[in-house]
């Protein structure tokens, strides 16, 4: 029981962590028992039939975490499930508000993970909204595949991928880089943090791309301050479930991964045009 308990314990550390809010874990320490609040089968299902099920679902994960902020919730294929995407973590729920799936869930018929399939048009639909001009890009003059990427300026995967530009243009990839400064916007004494200053710089830059092309090669670029979009492209990284740079999104919104050669990257793209 005990190695149950802390198994259990140790699952909803990894789910605050992982982007809901730490409140949810205070809230968990001093939890009543699930015995001594459950609700009866009837009184649920008139609770569901009153409020609907998509008013039960989000007060149920606002109740497991108070400041969860939750970007989208729809039915899903599962039946008896909505699914929900908040704070960079991808769940379904039962629409009684009972039962809560955090992790891959396979349609065994097709054997495809619908997390997959969920996070991709998640990803596309948010991606949409980023206009062009918030974003660097490095693209030839007809390209076969445009993917963006999740940069920073610091990483040195990011440095490796933007040496091989060249190599990916020439294989037709375009490349659209969006920022995101792994380490925040600010640092716990509340002031903005080098790499976030570094990037806002670059975004600022008349010439982005030249500016951007010194930041990776490691050269600090020429201060400079306006109204720029990093902020808004960090947290939007956040909403999308991206943890690290590179972080490499295909057109339809799949993750294609992080750092590839040009060809492994052409030869992934291929493949999941092909499926």
Known sequence: ?????????????????????????????????????????????????????????????????????????????????????????LVFVSNDGKYMINGAVVELSSKKDMTDAAWADFRKAELAKLPASQRIVF???????????????????????????????????????????????????GKDTDTYTEMSSVWCAADRKAAFSAAIEGREPKPASC???VKDQFNLGIRLGITGTPAIIAADGSMIGGYLTPDQLLKALEKHKSN
């Not at 605050?16 to 699930?34: E, H, I, K, R, Y």
């Not at 989000?58 to 989208?72: C, E, N, T, Y």
């Not at 076969?144 to 999740?150: A, G, L």
Request: net charge positive.
């Open 139 to 189: 693209a030839p003059a007809n390209p076969k595949h445009t993917i963006t990427v999740f940069t920073d300026v610091t990483c040195g995967f990011c440095r490796e991928l933007h040496a091989h530009m060249a190599d990916f243009n020439k294989a037709g990839v375009a490349i659209e880089y969006v920022a995101w400064p792994r380490q925040g916007v600010t640092s716990t004494s």
């Open 227 to 229: 109204a720029n979009p």
């Open 1 to 89: 029981m005990q190695a149950r308990f802390a198994m259990l314990k140790k699952w909803m550390l990894a789910l605050c962590v992982g982007g809901f809010a730490l409140g949810a874990c205070a809230a968990d320490n001093t939890a009543t028992p699930a015995t001594a609040t459950a609700t009866p089968a009837s009184a649920s299902t008139a609770a569901t039939t009153a409020a609907g099920p998509e008013s039960v679902v989000r007060q149920a994960l606002i109740g497991l975490a108070p400041k969860v902020q939750i970007d989208s919730i729809k039915p899903s294929s599962i039946p008896g499930f909505y699914q929900v995407i908040a704070s960079g973590q």
